[in-house]
């Protein structure tokens, strides 16, 4: 079975999703169901992850209609507060939905970097620990601090970083990235999505050399039963097609990987992650 682990719908008379703006031409305008599906049965992917646009709960629920309708989508990662009080209340109502299977922050949207060690929001990952249920996380490199002591204080938090954490590719920042996702990498729960390269890439002129060490350390350092494939459908439309995602992954990976390894890459570990 191959799953896209990472991909968005959206409707814009929602209005909750404050990032999305007009000057974003090729994303201003709805991105439902029916536009990816001949998408995905091009490219043989059985199922997917629908993964929170806006920070609210009624995107959440957007989603999980979503789910019920299209037996294609495998799961969706939600958002809630998690700085909330009443954060339990509605973590233990989604429970209960059988499309629910992760949560989601928006943390590379707020202001404070280090939100994520806020009292309160730990005190409700606690609970994401208890319910063994994940944490997806939407950080860059300045992010890494506050993610690592995360680690170190939930340890048995089952996380995947999105978007390998969206370091400078256009001009290839490989240092101190490279050191923070390995040190992320030691947390056996601990898992990263190859995602979201296309748009921190050269834009429109990117090249598939860009890529590669990024993609090669990434596999080195989680190895193949720690990281999953993610379109980030349809914000990788800002850079590329969906075909050019599958391309520089499938361009990039490791030469010596195989069939085992990509079943897990393309599938198995996003299943066995979300727990699908």
């Given amino acids: 079975m191959i799953i896209d682990s990472h991909q968005h719908f959206w409707k814009l008379s929602r209005n909750d999703y404050k990032w999305l703006t007009e000057d974003l031409l090729e994303l201003y305008r709805d991105f439902m169901p029916n536009d990816l599906y001949p998408i995905l049965n091009e490219h043989q992917i059985d199922k997917t992850i629908v993964v929170q646009a806006a920070p ?30 009443n954060f339990q209340q509605h973590f233990e109502a989604l429970l209960r939905h059988p499309g629910f299977v992760g949560v ?14 806020r009292p309160e929001v730990l005190k409700n990952v606690d609970l994401l620990v208890q319910h063994d249920v994940p944490l997806d996380l939407l950080i860059k490199p300045r992010h890494f601090p506050y993610i690592l002591e995360l680690l170190k204080l ?4 089952r996380v995947v970083v999105n978007h390998i954490a969206k370091p400078n590719i256009a ?3 490989l240092d ?47 190895g193949t039963e720690r ?31 195989l069939g085992k390894d990509l079943e897990m890459i393309f599938g198995e570990n996003a299943k066995r992650f979300y727990k699908l």
């Fill in 56 to 85: 609210t709960i009624e995107e959440t629920l957007f989603l999980l209609t979503l789910f019920d309708k299209y037996d294609w989508i495998a799961g969706v990662v939600g958002w809630l507060d998690l700085s909330a009080a």
């Fill in 104 to 117: 989601r922050p928006m943390l590379q949207d707020l202001p404070e970097d280090d939100w994520i060690l």
């Fill in 154 to 157: 939930c340890p048995n938090l």
């Fill in 171 to 173: 001009e290839q920042q």
């Fill in 176 to 222: 101190g990235w490279k050191e923070a996702m390995e040190k992320i990498a030691m947390y056996p729960n601990a898992m990263c999505k190859l995602s979201g390269l296309v748009t921190e890439a050269t834009h429109q002129n990117w090249t598939l050399a860009e890529f590669q060490p990024f993609i090669t350390h990434v596999v080195n350092v989680f």
């Fill in 227 to 257: 990281v999953m494939f993610g379109s980030d459908w349809p914000v990788c439309n800002l850079s590329g097609t969906y075909n050019d995602v599958l391309m520089i992954l499938m361009e990039n990976l490791p030469a010596n990987l």
